[in-house]
């Protein structure tokens, strides 16, 4: 069939764009459909999606060609020609960033010289047109490959579920919180018990319930660990949806008929919506939130990410979570009929952005310090992330002390059995996986908290037995006088022993983790025992200053400074590093517009995380000082030559409304008292 001339140049266009545009995006979605899970995406949302990213930028390239073709033929030739010379060089630039083959300027050049004999052959070569054109049949084909992938098809395809609520006996009511990226080695003190300088609230639900401190999550990913906690069961395999329908037998669909269900899922939707109505608009949700997702990832190959996806499941987070946290408090009540009250929440997650008292700082969004494995390169970047994480962990804790005293104000905290665990853990130990699970991170990435209150409980105890998150569900069950009417793989903790060895499984994150699966086995097993020892023996959080306040803002070598006045410690101007340069504060949050001159205490975001570099022969460490006081102190970090970068993250309480003065020290000591030297 011979096409009108507008047909084929839409064609040409069409199957040049899905190559661009539609095939990358949708197979990243393919392969991370947790993602539409957490959009809460309807299907005529998700068909609009596709169809606007198969159909939407050759049709503007057309529509422009056609305006553009109403004054001149010749300038509507030369803008085909340009849009398929730039259609051509998007499509080099990924596949050359893929394969790693070149990236940066060098990739953007050669797609570019690519783009253009590109068009040039469609331009003026019959087979080149034939070729583009026929490239449009791409274009459904992608389409139908993502709405039929497996991961899609049961996220956005589902029917009503089949109600099958359970007998329960002793039906009490139960709030239970999942939180997310919590290891319980950022809970504890050197005792073993939880550091209640730090964290008060969840020392104060420590008092009156047990905690487990040998528990462990069976994966260090979410759609995996969440439902195990809420079924009782192993994952039967990697990357299947969490959604009711590919995990019908849980904890919701056990209490569906006998309690009152108030649930809050993040990034999980096994409680069917017909059984729980949504709850959340905090959370970025819907066409627009998936519209953003799809541009993220363009960007991503364009920016040449080795992987796109594994970026892209990283940055699955919320930035709205506390508000989201202080929402659920707020829907908490007292009611005649029992009650299931349950939140996921992503914190202490990243983005580490949040003081203790609630306000933000500017920060990058992914933890720098990171390879493009996602293993830590550099210890100093790597502690300052823990900072920030115990620092989020500090205004977690806060938001959970809202949820007891809410409890209490209703009168229903003593006959309420609660229950507040995490997914998983995260590490900060250089040379391993942030998240991923290595040989020497275990006890920070698999070791969760695991609080149960009972009710009528008014005693801490601390519980050492060895139980993992399938155990959650049958310990709950075990307290509701609830028979779990299918195969499940946990048992309560009551009858859990001390089997030696203690090996337990962790599911594989391919790209992640850095251990090797069983023979045959989608999980690897573990020294559980080694990993717990780890857990107790671990290094809390130093305290180098008197002042608590300032805790999180000291340590390593020169953290017992911070706090000092530098006119107590400079010793004049003998430095030899020169040229000190502060990078603008705007660098490390999106969006925004931040200026060390002009801080807003109250209303703003704190420009709190100051990067910068400086020329030195010498492998220099320096001291931050703001408004004449140490703010902290930075080892130096690799740049390029003889240059240098330092990064500090500095305390709110030394900064003041309007213009700050922000000072930048060599700090030594030759054997003697720390000096700062001044720099010329």
């Given at each position: 069939?011979?096409?009108?001339?507008?047909?084929?140049?839409?064609?040409?266009?069409?199957?040049?764009?899905?190559?661009?545009?539609?095939?990358?995006?949708?197979?990243?979605?393919?392969?991370?459909?947790?993602?539409?899970v957490s959009r809460r995406l309807a299907a005529w949302?998700?068909?609009?999606?596709?169809?606007?990213?198969?159909?939407?930028?050759?049709?503007?390239?057309?529509?422009?060609?056609?305006?553009?073709?109403?004054?001149?033929?010749?300038?509507?030739?030369?803008?085909?020609?340009?849009?398929?010379?730039?259609?051509?060089?998007?499509?080099?630039?990924?596949?050359?960033?893929?394969?790693?083959?070149?990236?940066?300027?060098?990739a953007w050049l050669a797609g570019a010289a690519a783009?253009?004999?590109?068009?040039?052959?469609?331009?003026?070569?019959?087979?080149?047109?034939?070729?583009?054109?026929?490239?449009?049949?791409?274009?459904?084909?992608?389409?139908?490959?993502?709405?039929?992938?497996?991961?899609?098809?049961?996220?956005?395809?589902?029917?009503?579920?089949?109600?099958?609520?359970?007998?329960?006996?002793?039906?009490?009511?139960?709030?239970?919180?999942?939180?997310?990226?919590?290891?319980?080695?950022?809970?504890?003190?050197?005792?073993?018990?939880?550091?209640?300088?730090?964290?008060?609230?969840?020392?104060?639900?420590?008092?009156?319930?047990?905690?487990?401190?040998?528990?462990?999550?069976?994966?260090?990913?979410?759609?995996?660990?969440?439902?195990?906690?809420?079924?009782?069961?192993?994952?039967?395999?990697?990357?299947?949806?969490?959604?009711?329908?590919?995990?019908?037998?849980?904890?919701?669909?056990?209490?569906?008929?006998?309690?009152?269900?108030?649930?809050?899922?993040?990034?999980?939707?096994?409680?069917?919506?017909?059984?729980?109505?949504?709850?959340?608009?905090?959370?970025?949700?819907?066409?627009?939130?998936?519209?953003?997702?799809?541009?993220?990832?363009?960007?991503?190959?364009?920016?040449?990410?080795?992987?796109?996806?594994?970026?892209?499941?990283?940055?699955?987070?919320?930035?709205?979570?506390?508000?989201?946290?202080?929402?659920?408090?707020?829907?908490?009540?007292?009611?005649?009929?029992?009650?299931?009250?349950?939140?996921?929440?992503?914190?202490?997650?990243?983005?580490?952005?949040?003081?203790?008292?609630?306000?933000?700082?500017?920060?990058?969004?992914?933890?720098?310090?990171?390879?493009?494995?996602?293993?830590?390169?550099?210890?100093?970047?790597?502690?300052?992330?823990?900072?920030?994480?115990?620092?989020?962990?500090?205004?977690?804790?806060?938001?959970?002390?809202?949820?007891?005293?809410?409890?209490?104000?209703?009168?229903?905290?003593?006959?309420?059995?609660?229950?507040?665990?995490?997914?998983?853990?995260?590490?900060?130990?250089?040379?391993?996986?942030?998240?991923?699970?290595?040989?020497?991170?275990?006890?920070?990435?698999?070791?969760?908290?695991?609080?149960?209150?009972?009710?009528?409980?008014?005693?801490?105890?601390?519980?050492?037995?060895?139980?993992?998150?399938?155990?959650?569900?049958?310990?709950?069950?075990?307290?509701?006088?609830?028979?779990?009417?299918?195969?499940?793989?946990?048992?309560?903790?009551?009858?859990?022993?001390?089997?030696?060895?203690?090996?337990?499984?962790?599911?594989?994150?391919?790209?992640?983790?850095?251990?090797?699966?069983?023979?045959?086995?989608?999980?690897?097993?573990?020294?559980?025992?080694?990993?717990?020892?780890?857990?107790?023996?671990?290094?809390?959080?130093?305290?180098?200053?008197?002042?608590?306040?300032?805790?999180?803002?000291?340590?390593?070598?020169?953290?017992?400074?911070?706090?000092?006045?530098?006119?107590?410690?400079?010793?004049?101007?003998?430095?030899?590093?020169?040229?000190?340069?502060?990078?603008?504060?705007?660098?490390?949050?999106?969006?925004?517009?931040?200026?060390?001159?002009?801080?807003?205490?109250?209303?703003?975001?704190?420009?709190?995380?100051?990067?910068?570099?400086?020329?030195?022969?010498?492998?220099?460490?320096?001291?931050?000082?703001?408004?004449?006081?140490?703010?902290?102190?930075?080892?130096?970090?690799?740049?390029?030559?003889?240059?240098?970068?330092?990064?500090?993250?500095?305390?709110?309480?030394?900064?003041?409304?309007?213009?700050?003065?922000?000072?930048?020290?060599?700090?030594?000591?030759?054997?003697?008292?720390?000096?700062?030297?001044?720099?010329?």
């Amino acid at each position: 069939m011979v096409l009108s001339r507008r047909a084929a140049a839409w064609s040409e266009l069409a199957g040049l764009a899905g190559l661009a545009f539609a095939q990358p995006v949708l197979a990243d979605l393919a392969a991370s459909p947790e993602t539409l899970v957490s959009r809460r995406l309807a299907a005529w949302e998700l068909f609009v999606f596709v169809a606007l990213l198969s159909l939407g930028p050759p049709t503007v390239l057309f529509a422009l060609e056609e305006i553009v073709g109403r004054f001149s033929e010749t300038g509507k030739r030369a803008l085909h020609v340009a849009a398929t010379a730039l259609l051509g060089e998007l499509i080099c630039v990924q596949l050359l960033t893929r394969a790693a083959l070149l990236s940066g300027g060098a990739a953007w050049l050669a797609g570019a010289a690519a783009g253009l004999l590109l068009a040039f052959a469609i331009d003026r070569l019959r087979p080149a047109r034939t070729f583009a054109r026929y490239l449009t049949v791409g274009v459904p084909i992608y389409a139908a490959s993502f709405f039929t992938g497996p991961g899609v098809a049961d996220t956005v395809f589902t029917g009503p579920a089949a109600g099958s609520g359970a007998r329960v006996g002793n039906p009490v009511p139960i709030v239970m919180v999942v939180m997310d990226e919590l290891p319980l080695t950022s809970l504890l003190d050197e005792s073993g018990k939880v550091d209640r300088e730090l964290f008060p609230s969840f020392a104060e639900l420590a008092d009156t319930s047990t905690l487990y401190r040998n528990h462990t999550t069976v994966s260090p990913t979410t759609p995996e660990a969440v439902p195990a906690i809420l079924t009782g069961r192993f994952p039967e395999a990697l990357d299947v949806v969490p959604t009711y329908e590919r995990h019908p037998d849980n904890l919701f669909r056990l209490l569906a008929g006998t309690y009152r269900l108030n649930v809050w899922e993040q990034v999980t939707r096994l409680c069917p919506p017909d059984t729980c109505p949504t709850t959340d608009s905090e959370s970025p949700r819907g066409l627009s939130a998936l519209v953003s997702d799809g541009l993220y990832l363009i960007a991503g190959r364009l920016r040449g990410d080795s992987d796109s996806r594994p970026v892209f499941q990283i940055r699955q987070s919320d930035p709205a979570a506390p508000m989201r946290f202080e929402r659920f408090v707020r829907s908490l009540g007292a009611s005649r009929e029992p009650r299931l009250d349950f939140l996921h929440v992503l914190l202490p997650h990243q983005p580490w952005r949040f003081l203790p008292d609630g306000r933000r700082y500017n920060g990058p969004f992914v933890a720098a310090g990171l390879s493009s494995e996602y293993h830590w390169i550099d210890p100093h970047l790597a502690e300052i992330a823990r900072q920030r994480h115990l620092l989020q962990l500090r205004y977690t804790d806060r938001l959970l002390g809202l949820m007891l005293d809410r409890l209490r104000e209703l009168g229903t905290f003593d006959r309420t059995m609660i229950v507040v665990t995490a997914d998983h853990g995260v590490s900060f130990r250089n040379g391993e996986p942030i998240r991923g699970v290595g040989e020497d991170n275990q006890s920070q990435v698999l070791w969760t908290p695991l609080f149960v209150k009972l009710p009528h409980q008014r005693r801490g105890v601390t519980d050492d037995r060895q139980i993992t998150s399938v155990d959650v569900l049958p310990t709950v069950a075990e307290v509701l006088q609830l028979d779990i009417p299918y195969t499940h793989d946990g048992m309560p903790a009551s009858r859990r022993g001390v089997p030696v060895p203690d090996l337990r499984r962790v599911y594989d994150w391919e790209g992640f983790s850095a251990i090797q699966t069983d023979p045959g086995e989608i999980y690897a097993t573990i020294d559980a025992g080694r990993g717990f020892r780890e857990v107790l023996e671990a290094e809390p959080w130093p305290d180098l200053v008197d002042d608590p306040a300032l805790r999180l803002f000291a340590f390593g070598r020169w953290g017992h400074l911070v706090g000092a006045r530098v006119d107590e410690l400079t010793a004049g101007t003998s430095s030899d590093i020169s040229s000190v340069t502060l990078d603008d504060p705007d660098e490390h949050v999106e969006g925004g517009d931040l200026d060390f001159a002009d801080v807003d205490l109250d209303g703003g975001m704190l420009p709190l995380y100051v990067t910068g570099s400086f020329q030195s022969a010498r492998p220099n460490e320096v001291v931050i000082a703001v408004n004449g006081r140490v703010a902290g102190w930075s080892p130096p970090l690799p740049l390029s030559g003889s240059r240098r970068r330092f990064a500090v993250l500095t305390p709110p309480q030394f900064w003041r409304e309007g213009a700050n003065r922000i000072e930048v020290f060599e700090v030594r000591d030759d054997g003697g008292p720390a000096r700062l030297m001044r720099i010329r």
